[in-house]
């Protein structure tokens, strides 16, 4: 058994497809074939399943690869150990990001580390809060930028750094009766439709929250997965009204926004794994300005206050 039939067999597993597995890893496919045959008879069982339609993972196929990723993982990080010990970082960095970060101009810091550091293959994930930093303290991820409502505590098995606190404000279409007047408050906002992330997430625990503890309710009519584009477009033709951070806001276009004078609160922080740190998070958590070893945050930008520009 080498690293090479690993290779091949999460390939195959990835693309469901002997043909293209043999495309991604550059090899003729009867090569590939023979390689993963082979090692069906060292193991004594096999690993797909092959009809004229599709290729699928047998049951012993399925407890075979999650082991074969920790082996090729394992090798890589091995790889660029010593790599950076002779001054070179490389190998894979994978970060976890929610749509609505803008403590960090992540495209910025990635422009800043692919020409410090152009061996390194990057991998982006955007999804919700905690799942993130379950993954970031799994080792999925090499760190993460999380929205936590205020007064959460800080995610629990990663280092974490605030980054910055910010505040929600009213994202509403232009002909909306409330664009361009004065600050609102959750009274009057809870007679509106609402279009919202999912239930449970952290982006939508504050809203829910502060309507909650204001005694208010409010109609959430549409729910999105990602606080981007289409949550704008459901905005920008009437159909809902959104509650956003003050800093990710202003992305948007067609909407405008409202200060809401009893706003919910978040702080979004930087999480990563503190104890299996590869070189290139390390390297990649200089880029941003923060000590991966430092106990207290290298930075904490404020959010304006309602009224200020």
């Known amino acids: 058994m080498d690293l090479q039939q690993m290779r091949y067999v999460v390939a195959v597993a990835e693309t469901n497809s002997f043909t293209r597995a043999a495309e991604r890893c550059l090899v003729v496919q009867s090569a590939l074939s023979h390689q993963i045959a082979r090692l069906e008879r060292e193991l004594g069982a096999r690993l797909f399943e092959r009809t004229s339609r599709r290729v699928r993972l047998t049951p012993a196929g399925a407890a075979f690869l999650p082991a074969a990723r920790q082996c090729l993982e394992a090798a890589e990080r091995a790889a660029a150990e010593v790599a950076a010990a002779v001054g070179e970082v490389r190998g894979r960095l994978a970060v976890g990001l929610i749509p609505t970060v803008a403590a960090v101009d992540v495209p910025g810091a990635l422009r800043t580390f692919r020409g410090r550091y152009p061996r390194v293959r990057v991998a982006l994930k955007v999804g919700a809060s905690e799942e993130l930093a379950e993954q970031v303290g799994e080792g999925v991820l090499d760190l993460a930028f999380l929205g936590l409502p205020t007064p959460a505590a800080p995610p629990r098995g990663v280092a974490a750094h605030v980054l910055a606190h910010d505040r929600l404000v009213a994202v509403v279409a232009p002909d909306h009766p409330l664009a361009g007047g004065p600050e609102v408050d959750l009274r009057r906002l809870s007679s509106e439709v609402f279009v919202d992330l999912p239930a449970g997430t952290a982006g939508r625990v504050q809203s829910d929250l502060a309507f909650a503890t204001a005694g208010l309710t409010r109609d959430v009519a549409f729910e999105v997965t990602t606080a981007d584009l ?39 922080y930087a ?5 299996g740190r590869t ?9 941003l300005g923060l ?12 959010a304006p206050s309602p009224g200020r520009t």
């Open 271 to 275: 999480v990563w794994n503190a104890t």
């Open 291 to 302: 000590d991966p070893d430092a106990g207290e945050p290298v930075r904490n930008r404020e």
């Open 230 to 268: 289409f949550m704008a477009r459901l905005v920008g033709q009437g159909l809902a009204i959104a509650l956003l951070p003050s800093t990710y806001a202003p992305q948007l276009t067609g909407v405008t926004t409202v200060e809401v004078s009893d706003a919910p609160t978040r702080v979004e």
């Open 279 to 287: 070189p290139a998070a390390t390297a990649f958590l200089s880029v």
